[in-house]
Every structure is written in structure tokens, then in C-alpha cells.
């Protein structure tokens, strides 16, 4: 029989949270007053990562020949439990097709097959005291190019969990993750991508150059 643990993967939908990092929120404020908005939300802005873009830790994620660079949204996920509180929490790279569009992010730049990396392994949330005291540091090749501090969020993990669930019902097995900070850093094909974070396993992707 295998000893090997197999990486975590999520069993219900992903969800990911736009403009929850202070710095993020107040960079895009101007354009929050504009229309069609003309306001800033009041709910969380949320999106949804297809299972088609979920990619297990230490798999190749694939590059579109016509993208030049991808732009790497590290973050920590809250996987729900099955009162409906966190079971746990998991790092993840939410890639995207660099875009302008924040308010309606749109599915072809952030749905391509396999741009949302995962895992490995779920952290207990009962290990967890406070999910503010989470610092990410993102490595593209080994040189560190990004440092998150979740104390800096507009809605801490609890609070936004709340906000979400007054207007929709997340599952058993959802996940939703807690935002991604600004000045994300961009990768091209033959990068190697590590995201890591203290007390949880670290998550690694390399970017592939899709096959002509």
C-alpha cells in the first residue's frame, strides 16, 4: 500500500474575494465612483475559480501560446465545514490573464484550464488562533518578489465568511479565499512559482509553454 499522502483538492466550488486588502481597495477607490458603479460595493465582490483551473501542488500549469506573462495571486483558501464554519484553511495561486476589469472580473482571463494552484495540504483550522496572524511570501525562480500580511484585510476571515453567507449559503467543502494584495507579481512560461507561509506546506507550479 502507498504511503504517499495525496494533495488536497477542493470537493465543492471555489470562490475567490476581489478589492479585501486595504491597499488594493483604496489604490482602485477612484474608480469605484465612476460609472456604472458610481459607489464602492458594499457586499464582498466575489468570482468563481472553475474546476477546470484547479491544479494540484508540484503540477506544471500550462501557459496559452498568446500570453506572454500570467499575473500570480497568491492566497490563503477557508475551506467550510460541514456546520457551515472552517474546517480548515489551504494556500493557493490564483493566476490570471493581466486585466483592467476589477468590479466584473471576466472568466477568459481568470477560468483558463488550470491557473488556480492548490495545496498541498489543508491546515486544521482548530491550529489556527487567529487567521490575521497569516504572512504569505510569494518566490518566482527562488528570488522573493511579494510578502502578504492578512492582518491588513478589509474583512478579517470571520467577518467576511459572515458577509458572504448573508446573501448565499456556502457548503460543505467550498472553499473561499481571502483575497489576493496588490502589486501581484507576473511569471511567464518556465517560471517556477513558490508560495509559502508559516505552518503550512509550501505550494510550488511551474509555468509551461503551451505545446504548438
Same mark, same amino acid.
Given at each position: ?32 465612483? @465612476? =460609472?456604472?458603479? $458610481?459607489? *464602492? =460595493?458594499? !457586499?464582498?465582490?466575489?468570482?468563481? $475559480? ?9 503540477? +506544471?500549469?500550462?501557459? *496559452? ?10 492566497? /490563503? ?28 472580473? *471576466?472568466? $477568459?482571463? $481568470?477560468?483558463?484550464?488550470?491557473? #488556480? ?8 483550522? @482548530?491550529?489556527?488562533?487567529? =487567521? ?7 518566490? /518566482? ?20 465568511? +459572515? ?6 449559503? #456556502? !457548503? ?12 501581484? =507579481? #507576473? ?7 513558490? /508560495? ?15 505545446? !504548438?
Amino acid at each position: 500500500m502507498s504511503s504517499i499522502t495525496p494533495h488536497f483538492l477542493p470537493t465543492g466550488t471555489v470562490y475567490g474575494t476581489l478589492l479585501n486588502f486595504r491597499a488594493e481597495a483604496e489604490a482602485l477607490a477612484p474608480q469605484m465612483t @465612476q =460609472p456604472p458603479y $458610481k459607489a *464602492p =460595493p458594499k !457586499a464582498p465582490v466575489l468570482y468563481v $475559480k472553475t474546476a477546470n483551473t484547479w491544479s494540484p501542488h508540484g503540477s +506544471a500549469i500550462t501557459v *496559452p501560446a498568446a500570453v506572454p506573462e500570467v499575473e500570480v495571486g497568491a492566497s /490563503i483558501g477557508m475551506v467550510i465545514g460541514a456546520e457551515g464554519d472552517v474546517e480548515g484553511f489551504v494556500l493557493m495561486n490564483d493566476l490570471s490573464i493581466p486585466h483592467a476589469s476589477f468590479f466584473r472580473p *471576466p472568466v $477568459k482571463f $481568470k477560468c483558463v484550464d488550470g491557473f #488556480l494552484g492548490i495545496g498541498p495540504v489543508l491546515r486544521d483550522a @482548530q491550529e489556527v488562533a487567529d =487567521p490575521a496572524s497569516f504572512r504569505v511570501e510569494v518566490r /518566482i525562480n527562488g528570488e522573493l518578489r511579494q510578502s502578504l500580511d492578512f492582518s491588513q484585510l478589509v474583512r478579517p476571515a470571520r467577518q467576511l465568511l +459572515a458577509d458572504v453567507g448573508d446573501f448565499m449559503t #456556502l !457548503a460543505h467543502g467550498d472553499v473561499l479565499m481571502l483575497g489576493c494584495g496588490p502589486g501581484r =507579481p #507576473l511569471a511567464r512560461a518556465g517560471d517556477r512559482i513558490d /508560495i509559502s507561509a508559516p505552518g503550512f506546506e509550501a505550494l510550488s507550479n511551474t509555468l509551461a509553454k503551451e505545446a !504548438a
